[in-house]
């Protein structure tokens, strides 16, 4: 009895990558065989690169470990694995279209540049103040989601924008509080108005 459970899917043209809750990988293209491979852990974030054919030809799949695995498609053939530190990696990007070079944010908000030709093959670039949901790499400027807040820094981790995006909800709040103070506040006044008073007439037998 199978009981994976899908936990990540990728559509292409050509096919669906698949990621299973034990860490089983499928390539499910649509004319051709199936094929799969399992990674140590949970895939957590994939993506597929074209190669100069432009078919697509290599799948990159972050995993729950801080692992990145590069796949060959379609036969899913592992061709070489990375390693960060900061735990799950939720998001990756490519650093140039002529190099197979990424860009790995993790849970904890660090940012690395992976490839066989990147120092040690591995190298932190930067530290956000929070898990990073998305990103990517624009004219040498990595652009990064945090949940409601963006970012963006330069290559060197120097931050060069930021925005907050809880604070228009902020202001939403507290112009309803503002309202809602007002009417209580008229209500209350209202209230503690005297009332005119009723004068006892006489009653007539």
């Not at 060959?72 to 490519?94: I, N």
């Not at 140039?96 to 040690?120: D, H, I, K, N, Y």
């Not at 907050?164 to 209230?191: C, H, V, Y």
């Amino acid at each position: 009895m199978n009981n994976r459970v899908v936990v990540r899917s990728l559509v292409t043209p050509e096919g669906c990558l698949v990621a299973m809750d034990d860490g089983l990988i499928q390539w499910r293209p649509h004319h051709g065989t199936n094929r799969r491979m399992k990674l140590d852990a949970i895939a957590t974030v994939m993506l597929v690169l074209k190669g100069p054919s432009s078919r697509i030809e290599m799948a990159v799949v972050g995993d729950a470990h801080g692992g990145v695995t590069l796949l060959t498609l379609p036969t899913m053939e592992q061709v070489d694995k990375f390693s960060v530190e900061g735990g799950v990696v939720r998001a990756m990007c490519t650093v140039s279209s002529s190099e197979t070079s990424f860009l790995v944010a993790t849970q904890t908000g660090q940012v690395w540049m992976v490839g066989a030709r990147v120092p040690q093959r591995s190298m932190r670039l930067f530290t956000h103040d929070g898990p990073i949901t998305s990103m990517r790499l624009r004219e040498q400027t990595i652009h990064i989601q945090s949940g409601w807040n963006r970012a963006s820094y330069a290559m060197d981790g120097s931050q060069t924008t930021h925005f907050d995006g809880t604070k228009p909800f902020e202001l939403k709040a507290q112009k309803r509080a503002n309202r809602r103070a007002k009417i209580m506040e008229s209500e209350q006044r209202r209230s503690e108005q005297s009332q005119p008073l009723m004068l006892d007439l006489p009653v007539v037998a």
